[in-house]
């Protein structure tokens, strides 16, 4: 064996400096995260945009967007008809989840980023021309496996709260039955099964038991995407809506809060629906109309951030969690084609003839903006630039 | 066109995928056949260390801020608790924190392990038993599709795994076999972790076991090649010396391998403790509480990982991303611990009795 093809000190001598290059990557790579300059964005003006579609770039654009995967069949079926109608702009579309939507859009490497969740106050403070303008109304629906019950079972939200904090653990408790006088129901453990992933609808969960329970859950246990849930026997964590549906069926006695875009599959599996209690006290499921009497009911405390959180509604036929989905948008885009194809897709998405149309939302169980809040959502988009 | 070329005339631009082309490419390669040799085994050498040492630099870089404010209590503490990522921000020891922040990583370490543990007492058997099946026992008709089915096991997805875990073992076992083994079990230390309710199925026996199944394969493979390599003269004069077949395997051949089986299962035992997904799906995935007994929901450090790290971008201070990255380096320093330890456990094992026949 020629001794010339095994490495000798000199070639060796070459792998260290390959390392400290590599070490000085990492730390270049780090380094670059920190530095985001604040930048101002003109002030919306005082008069109201037009709600009319505007017009994309005549040049081709190929615009992404990536998050909420509670929105992402509805915005598959809104760039291909919104492609249809104009073909130089193309979307690409991305089921990556809220927090990725958020911080993809923030950091600019996708254009539009989708979530369930507004941003957080901390994240505008970072990212001053950031906007989550809404597009439409999702809402949420409390499942449950409890065999030999039909009809839909009356929950409240701080009979909720104490659930999911371990202190009910029994179907035939008798705080179920006080609010379930027609249903006999069985002595059953109670299994709850929250979301492990980052979820937007554990963000409307927890708001909604930090709202219903102000002084139980609200005092302990702050909201968001990811919470520190109360240790309760036999409770089971769940990726995803599907993989909710998927271990409340599993599970009999499980209760679960699923995205509305699921109801059908959760009843396929065999899953109840609950009736919650509303701020008025009556019982409503979450239905088109109960849904729109709760958004009329948040429509003029709706700021022009478009940052509102519509937990228990006061209207007395209102579903008490609802919430706007957002587009998580920059209001400076790195260039006037990119922005004016945004501004053109979005304008187009909130447009009632067009991508709030029954037609794109009522297959998964969303509903269209309010008139109101679709104005404001103009004015948010006529702000790109 | 023919153009014969010799490796000393001069370089000519010639258009690629003419046969002029190649020819001359071919002449090149082999006129620097040495130089390629070298440096390339030099770069191929350097990549995976360069890249080893990248990861671990990034994610310490990345983790630090969490290393300082989570202090001791990532090791001891159970809560975990992202605080109030829509509130307030405070600032601990100079670093932006949401307020209530405070994470425990003792849940998800302890998961990691006993479903790691749980995974190689069912896995180290079995694949022993496969692999002296495969080599002594069955005939070559049947061991041969038999090692094929191992080594295709080797190559399923974890996702598949864990979606039949989910879907089928899981709730099999939660059914028919859980129940029984929770009320045939003595109440007495050690073996009272198997009492108590037994859940729906996920949890910590379920994904040791399915961990087990992924496992098994790369076990087996590697001590499938160990026995073979077991000298045919000392197991044939074992039985000339009248030993039956299971006392030249218990005294002979396994005794020869010994060191190279411990190895095998370290290798099985990294895999199970980096194995996301599967897990993610199969663990009831459960923060903020260790398992109470075998039966309970738990999770890993890999899969915290995995269904976090949407959630921690949601977070402005970064603090959950650091958070994680800690997490991913507390794993890195539990795998390279194992393997040092499984390189000790090795050598010392070449050093004692073993016969080597060399």
Redesign the interface.
Known sequence: M?K??R?GAK?LR??VP??I???A???A??GS?SSSSPTTTAASSTKNASLAVIAPPTSSVALSETGSSLLFPLFGSWGTAYTEQHPNITISTAS?????G??SALAGTANIGASD?YL????V??TPSAMNIPLAISSQFIGYNVPGVTGNINLSGSVLSQIYQGKITNWNDPAIAKMNPKLTLPNLPI?TVHR????GD?FLFSEFLSAADPNGWGKSI??????????V???????GNS?MI??CK??PGCIAYIGISYLAKAQLAGIGEAALKNAAGNYELPTATTMTAAANSFVNSTPKSGTLSMINTKASNGYPIINYEYAIVLGTQPNATTAQAVKSVLSWIISPTNGNASTYLTPVGFIALPAKTAQIAANQIASIH | MTVLRTAAEPEQPASPGSPGGFAAVRGFLRKHETTFWRRGTLVAAIVPFVGLTFTIIVIAIKGWPAIRVNGTYFFTGSSWNPGSTYGATTTVKGVAVPQGASYGAWPLILGTIQSSVIALLIAIPISIGAALALTERLPKIVARPVGFAVELLAGIPSVLFGLWGILTVGPLLARDVYPKISSAMPNVPILNFFKGPTGQGEGLLTSGIILAIMVIPIITATTVDLFRQVPPLNQEGARALGMTDAEVTRSVTVPWVRSGIIGASILGLGRALGETIAIAMISGAILGHTAQNIYSPMTTIAATIVSQLDSSFTDATGFATATLAEAALVLAVISVVVNLLARLIVNKGNRLGVPTGK
Not at chain 1, 96 to 100: E, F, H, L
Not at chain 1, 196 to 199: H, R, T
Not at chain 1, 222 to 231: C, L, M, S
Not at chain 1, 233 to 239: E, M
């Open positions: 020629n010339g093809t490495w070639q070459f792998a390959a390392v290059v590599a070490a990557l990492g730390l790579a780090c995260s990556t989840g809220s927090g990725v958020i911080s969740a957080s106050p901390a994240q403070q970072a299994v492990a992933d980052g979820s554990t702050p909201y968001g995407t990811t919470i520190a849930w109360p240790t026997t036999g409770a089971v964590g769940a990726t993989g998927t271990a599993a599970a």
